[in-house]
Structure formats: C-alpha cells, structure tokens
C-alpha cells in the first residue's frame, strides 16, 4: 500500500495557475503509475491525468489538453500536475492515485488514493 499526501491546492482566479504535489510513501515509487482525478461537488471522480513510471507515457482527459502538465520526480516520490489557464469548471477535490502496471484512465485500476486537494477557480 502506497500513502499518498496531496498539497498545492487553493484558491485562484480564472486564468491563473496552480501546481499540485503528491508526495508518496514507499521505497519502490518509481515503479508505479500515477495519477491525477478529481471530483466536483455532487459528481463521481474522474480522470485527468496520469503518467507512467519513467515519465516516458502520459495521458490527460480531453478537458485538461493544452492546460495541465504531469510529471514525476522519482527521487522525491512526488508527482506534480501544473495546472495553467485554470476555469470555474475546474473546480473540483483533487486527488492522486497509484496503481502497478501501465498508465490507466481508469479510476477502478488504481489501488492507493491520497486525502485530496481542494481547487477553487473563481469567475
């Protein structure tokens, strides 16, 4: 089990920009897939981002192309998702996902969650 502590979150302005950390706890991180979702109020979680173990696959949903970045620093177990050009329908928790295998837009596939981050985009 992989302990997930997400950070970054706030309060932003439309078009401003975030970046959100997730710091993970366990000596083999660099071998997970990561994974950024997140859930708006009264809706299920959804996929945004994800990247493979060596950074060397991604995949972002349609909503966030062009806008949100993610990367990893396997030496400091911590994954990152650059948030640019932020809109009001961003807003939503913000949570970070493990899971062993290939990268995976599939919420059921990831086996380890963090507590969340709140993003709040203001109009």
């Known amino acids: 089990q992989v302990q997930l502590v997400e950070s970054g979150g706030g309060l932003v302005q439309a078009g401003g920009s975030l970046r959100l950390s997730c710091a993970a706890s366990v000596r083999t991180f660099s071998i997970y897939t990561m994974g950024w979702f997140r859930q708006a109020p009264g809706k299920e979680r959804v996929f945004v981002a994800a990247?493979?173990?060596?950074?060397?696959?991604?995949a972002y949903a349609d909503s966030v192309k062009g806008r949100f970045t993610i990367s990893r620093d396997n030496a400091k177990n911590t994954v990152f998702l650059q948030m640019n050009n932020l809109a009001p329908e961003d807003t939503a928790v913000y949570y970070c996902?493990?899971?062993?295998?290939?990268?995976?837009?599939?919420?059921?596939?990831?086996?380890?969650w963090g507590q969340g981050t709140q993003v709040t985009v203001s109009s």
């Open positions: 996902a493990a899971r062993l295998g290939a990268v995976s837009t599939n919420r059921m596939q990831y086996s380890s």
């Open positions: 990247i493979q173990w060596s950074g060397g696959s991604t």
